[in-house]
């Protein structure tokens, strides 16, 4: 394993860095106010439109897609030190490099699963930054961990498809500018083999009987950045049988091929929140004094940043070899290191944002420093794409097996 950054890397990675300097974090507080100045909490303020604008202009535009036809052509070993600088300010750099979930996500199923059709009218757009999307999985009555527990139904009626069910947590819903659902239901409830039951339709989000009822908050957060979460209802939406993606039954593999990218780009970019954590963390201890010395020669808050450092960059190594595996054997492959990121990187990086709010005090808890919003979507991370105790059960299966 060489981990060593090749040419092209080294060059983004420059690149990048600068773009980050210049324009991300400047337009951090810019975007805050020109939101309060919208109509709508959901519109996008300008200052997004043009941190896109610049970086698409900079060669910095879907760096996270490998089919070179579509995107950057990276690997994953190229891509993971990208995914980490965007990671520092992971409510602007990835939108404005149009790498953003859920829209990565749905621009992959569309590449590897998408006809023709569907790649002219839906991946097209999402590729060239003018219309986000949502993937529609997570429902509310059911134990969504288990992605065979959904209800929604999608049933055929001669050449449409009509969808009748219930989701939340519909990442990206609440933007206007959502214009598609990549939606997962059972069109086979009643199937023997439960992986088998599932498929996945595009239902354009004006379709009748498609509902956007409400904003889902996250400890107190609307993140109107990433469009929201939301809460949509489908009844009795209908869409061409031309909408289905892939094949009758195959929504299941689907699902499994789009997260486990998701999962790795999730990980990468919380190596950045750390880091910008961390950096928090350093400057408010040097900036600081408490019972007569500044918080920087405090045993206690010594500790707190090795460890993190410490994790950090265990962390690190460890995605760095599942992006190396991902490439060199394939997800599948790579099956039991995806997991294993996924339960060490959000957990380890909540237990390092926390600590960079303890040592902020009431400040780490406000509005005015971005520890807050960090420790939400970090936390948010133990569930999202699996929470950790499904991968958890599945890789101790994967151990055991071996002494069975």
């Excluded at 498609?210 to 990433?226: C, I, L, N, P």
């Excluded at 809460?231 to 049988?241: C, G, S």
């Excluded at 690190?316 to 991902?326: G, I």
């Amino acid at each position: 394993m060489d981990f060593a950054f090749d040419a092209r890397t080294e060059e983004l990675r420059a690149k990048l860095l600068a773009f980050m300097d210049e324009y991300v974090y400047p337009a951090e507080a810019v975007a805050e106010e020109q939101r309060a100045a919208l109509a709508s909490p959901w519109d996008t303020p300008a200052v997004v439109g043009e941190l896109k604008a610049e970086a698409r202009r900079q060669g910095l535009w879907n760096l996270f897609l490998p089919d070179t036809e579509y995107g950057a052509g990276l690997t994953n070993l190229q891509y993971a030190p990208l995914a980490e600088i965007t990671g520092r300010s992971p409510h602007l750099a990835p939108t404005a490099l149009n790498c953003a979930a859920p829209d990565t996500g749905n621009m992959e199923v569309l590449t590897q699963f998408g006809d023709e059709q569907q790649r002219k009218q839906w991946l097209e757009p999402l590729l060239a930054g003018e219309i986000r999307s949502a993937f529609a999985m997570t429902e509310p009555e059911v134990a969504s961990s288990d992605a065979t527990n959904i209800t929604t139904l999608i049933r055929r009626e001669g050449d449409e498809y009509v969808i009748t069910g219930r989701k939340w947590y519909i990442s990206g819903a609440m933007n206007p500018d959502c214009r598609i659902f990549i939606v997962m239901g059972k069109t086979d409830p009643d199937g023997t083999d439960i992986r088998r039951q599932q498929s996945m339709v595009l239902v354009p989000r004006d379709t009748p009987g498609v509902t956007v009822k409400r904003a889902m908050k996250v400890f107190g957060y609307e993140d109107h950045s990433h469009g929201g979460h939301a809460e949509v209802v489908f009844d009795h939406a209908r869409v061409p049988v031309a909408n289905l993606v892939g094949e009758e039954g195959g929504g299941f593999a689907i699902a499994q091929a789009r997260l486990g990218p998701g999962r790795i780009h999730h990980c990468m970019r919380l190596i950045g929140m750390a880091e910008r954590a961390i950096e928090l963390m350093c400057r408010r201890a040097v900036s600081r004094t408490a019972f007569g010395k500044a918080l920087a020669q405090q045993g206690v808050v010594h500790n707190w940043i090795a460890d993190a450092r410490v994790t950090v960059e265990q962390l690190r190594l460890l995605v760095l070899k599942t992006a190396w595996k991902m490439d060199t054997v394939g997800n599948r492959g790579a099956h039991t290191e995806i997991q294993a990121i996924k339960i060490a990187t959000p957990r380890a990086v909540v237990d390092i944002i926390d600590r960079a709010i303890q040592l902020h005090g009431a400040g780490g808890v406000s509005q005015d420093f971005p520890l807050a919003d960090l420790y939400a979507g970090a936390r948010t991370l133990m569930i999202a794409d699996g929470p950790d105790e499904v991968h958890q059960r599945s890789l101790a299966r994967r151990e055991l097996k071996k002494y069975l």
